[in-house]
């Protein structure tokens, strides 16, 4: 008798706990000045007890490292910038909620800097990447920004990384789960 009063609480739990896993994807485009080009594949974002796990399938993309990272805002747009207009400017910069002005996925620098993605000769980027300082409530309504090149996490020799331009973006979803 117990068990049957309580399994509606039961079934409302585990109901919840699902809801807070659930996967986030994120549809990837590659941007220009004149705004977001044709899609590249997704990227899904998972929780795990050792922080955010990102999972890209994508294609299309320069062989080599490309920098990666959450930006503030969920737009791809481009804006304009010093009289020019810039692909994926709207993102505005990497996500970094304390003002730390520092860089790196491990340290204490910005929360948005994410390791860097390698794509094979083909383009394609298939290997996950763990940002363990990240939660799902940090990257809800943001947009993810991959660069044209790799990022030193440094502002030298040349500054923010030195990845270079933003070349793909997606926006990611406020609410969670698949499709929305």
């Known amino acids: 008798m117990k068990i049957q009063k309580s399994f509606p609480f039961l079934l409302a ?3 919840a706990s699902s809801w807070a896993q659930a996967d986030v994807v994120v549809p990837m485009n590659l941007i220009t000045e004149n705004g977001v080009d044709k899609p590249i594949g997704q990227i899904t974002i998972s929780e795990s007890k050792h922080g955010l796990v990102f999972k890209p399938d ?4 320069p ?3 490309h920098g990666f990272h959450v930006h503030e805002n969920p737009s791809c747009e481009p804006s304009e910038k010093d009289g020019k207009i810039v692909a994926g400017l709207a993102a505005g910069g990497h ?3 304390l003002n730390t002005k520092q860089h790196g996925p491990w340290g204490e620098g910005h929360l948005g800097d994410l390791p860097a993605l390698y794509a094979n000769s083909e383009g394609r980027v298939g290997q996950a990447q ?3 300082r990240l939660k799902m409530s940090d990257v809800l309504g943001r947009s993810l ?5 790799g990022d030193n996490y440094s502002d030298q020799p040349l500054p923010l990384g030195g990845g270079g331009a933003r070349i793909a973006c997606g926006v ?3 609410g969670k789960g698949k499709g929305k």
């Open 13 to 15: 739990a585990l109901a």
């Open 95 to 97: 996500y970094d909620p």
């Open 145 to 149: 920004v991959i660069h044209e090149k």
């Open 63 to 65: 062989t080599g490292m």
């Open 58 to 61: 994508l294609s299309d993309l």
């Open 172 to 174: 990611i979803p406020k």
């Open 130 to 132: 763990l940002a363990p």
